[in-house]
Antibody, heavy 121, light 108 residues
Framework: EVQLLESGGGLVQPGGSLRLSCSAS????????MTWVRQAPGKGLEWVSS????????YYADSVKARFTISRDNSKNTMYLQLKSLRADDTAVYFC??????????????WGQGTLVSVSS | EIVMTQSPATLSVSPGERVTLSCRAS??????LAWYQQRPGQAPKLLIY???IRATGVPARFSGSGSGTEFTLTINSLQSEDFALYYC??????????FGGGTKVEIK
């Protein structure tokens, strides 16, 4: 069974930084593309960033490019999202989610419970 | 970027009824479409991928159809646990992966 557990969310001031973690179990972590998806309060789902199984390929939404950095440590079955220069519109629940082994398998088959990031002074 | 548009925004239905949710892509995405269900306070759950393939464990009352730019999710005989938000998502051409705005299925 795919299990994903996010941590690291919290309240941060505008311009601040935060690092989110996603611990994975129940599958061969290094074989899968992993992704962060966020959901602002009362809003829909927004893709944020994805990273290939090897970690060599990384993709970002334009809204977070140059401010967020995705990474993974396959030895620890963990993915990270470093958030910098945070803005009020980054306030959201951040979900960790698993894609497939290849980009053509671009559906999310496994989600964490989410971690809330609140950006406010 | 491929824009996904869902309609209607809200559907008011009675338990036991059949409902059809629509999703339209701004350009052809062949069959690279997934549907998700999200209950309040929970993470989304995969229902359908490949436009019409039910994910493991998803009841047969859920079915997906369509290709190109027009897609539908049909739920036969709505159960109480089916009242939720539903999102479509394209993965034909990414990044970015894009979602529709969602359809809320509420009790009439």
């Amino acid at each position: 069974e795919v299990q994903l557990l996010e941590s690291g969310g919290g309240l941060v001031q505008p311009g601040g930084s935060l690092r989110l973690s996603c611990s994975a179990s129940g599958f061969s972590f290094s074989n899968y593309i992993m992704t962060w998806v966020r959901q602002a309060p009362g809003k829909g789902l927004e893709w944020v960033s994805s990273i290939s199984g090897s970690g060599l390929s990384r993709y970002y939404a334009d809204s977070v490019k140059a401010r967020f950095t995705i990474s993974r440590d396959n030895s620890k079955n963990t993915m990270y999202l470093q958030l910098k220069s945070l803005r009020a519109d980054d306030t959201a629940v951040y979900f960790c989610a698993r894609l497939g082994r290849r980009p053509s398998e671009g559906w999310f088959n496994g989600w964490g419970q989410g971690t809330l990031v609140s950006v406010s002074s | 970027e491929i824009v996904m548009t869902q309609s209607p925004a809200t559907l008011s239905v009675s338990p036991g009824e059949r409902v059809t949710l629509s999703c339209r892509a701004s350009q052809s995405i062949t069959s690279s479409l997934a549907w998700y269900q999200q209950r309040p306070g929970q993470a989304p759950k995969l229902l359908i991928y490949g436009a019409s393939i039910r994910a493991t464990g998803v009841p047969a009352r859920f079915s997906g159809s369509g290709s190109g730019t027009e897609f539908t999710l049909t739920i036969n005989s709505l159960q109480s646990e089916d009242f939720a938000l539903y999102y479509c998502q394209q993965y034909n051409n990414w990044p970015p992966l894009t979602f529709g705005g969602g359809t809320k299925v509420e009790i009439k």
